[in-house]
């Protein structure tokens, strides 16, 4: 017979006025203004619950929340280095049904989640993230994309978009795009290479209750799941700072940004526009592509209407939570 891990079951949240009231990330970190990555992580941790560990590889969110010994989270949290957080995360898993097992704890089995940024988690992070996934450990990795190496100054990372101006892709006479390439797609390399990840979803923070329930839904698989957020940054992609949430909804509205769960080989998007807006209407509040032209504009639309092609073409839209009706008095 199987042993028992007394594993977590998150229930969905019909509702932003059903979350969780209790704050598991909290003030006191030294963030920019109009953070997408510490929105995400407010919101990971809201649906997560007290019984939970982060990993976190360097990164934004380890030099920004871990500074002079403090930190804002209100649960247990482990620095990694940005090589190895699907290693420290499978040890941690491993420790934990190695204590049960031998009765040196009982509570209940903790979600372990990695938060790590898109170099984390793609780039020189991939293979432990990937060897975690091998193995078929109990967590939840997650990618909270900004799109850059922000931490160390807006280098490109592999999801930078075709482009983008960072410090090692300036736009120049020989060059006038800047970046030339275009971005890994991380989801897919976890569906298409790793068999025992059942489920896989893409979020972005300006859709709060549909990102709290695909991370409920992530933990409470059995085995490894992966997901992969957006996360605007004000400082690499040079907007406003209060235009975040709203970078995030032209993403999704323009194609730029697809949302969609994969579950045991199943597609389902969620929060699909009717018609979608051309996405030059995204582009033009970032600076980092106020040096483009009208055709390498055109050539990111060919590649997003290819990419809403594909996503059209094999999954069906999910119905979003509703919350319940009242009882008549």
């Not at 871990?66 to 420790?95: D, F, K, M, R």
């Not at 120049?172 to 971005?183: A, Q, R, S, V, Y």
Request: glycine letters at 10%; aromatic letters at 10%; a positive charge.
């Amino acid at each position: 017979m199987e042993f028992n891990y007394n594993k977590q079951i998150l229930e969905p949240i019909k509702s932003l006025r059903g979350a969780p009231r209790e704050e598991m990330y909290v003030p006191g970190h030294r963030t920019c203004a109009g953070c997408g990555p510490a929105l995400n992580y407010r919101l990971v941790a809201k649906a997560a619950g007290k019984d939970t560990i982060f990993i976190g590889p360097t990164g934004c969110m380890y030099v920004a929340n871990s500074s002079y010994l403090c930190t804002p989270y209100a649960v247990s949290w482990i620095h990694a280095q940005i090589t190895n957080g699907g290693a420290v995360a499978s040890g941690i898993e491993a420790a934990f049904k190695v204590l049960m097992r031998k009765k040196k704890y009982e509570g209940p089995f903790p979600n372990v989640i990695v938060m790590a940024g898109d170099g984390g988690s793609v780039d020189i992070g991939l293979q432990a993230m990937s060897a975690l996934m091998y193995r078929g450990h109990d967590v939840l990795f997650i990618c909270y994309d900004n799109e850059s190496y922000a931490n160390t100054g807006i280098q490109v990372s592999p999801t930078t978009p075709y482009g983008a101006n960072t410090t090692f892709t300036p736009p120049g006479k020989l060059i006038p795009e800047g970046l030339t390439l275009f971005p890994k797609d991380p989801p897919q390399l976890v569906i298409g290479g790793h068999p025992l990840v059942k489920y896989v979803a893409t979020t972005c923070v300006s859709y709060p209750v549909d990102l709290m329930n695909k991370v409920r839904k992530g933990l409470n698989q059995d085995g490894p799941s992966f997901m992969h957020m957006l996360a605007p940054c004000p400082k690499g992609w040079k907007f406003d700072e209060k235009l975040t949430l709203e970078m995030g909804r032209l993403a999704v509205e323009t194609g730029m940004w697809s949302m969609y769960e994969w579950e045991n080989g199943v597609y389902k998007t969620s929060h699909v526009p009717k018609t979608y807006k051309p996405v030059g209407e995204y582009m033009k509040y970032q600076g980092r592509f106020a040096h483009l032209k009208a055709e390498h504009i055109a050539k990111m639309q060919a590649f997003v209407d290819e990419k809403i092609k594909k996503i059209k073409a094999v999954a069906a839209e999910a119905p979003v939570p509703t919350p319940k009706k009242k009882a008549k008095a």
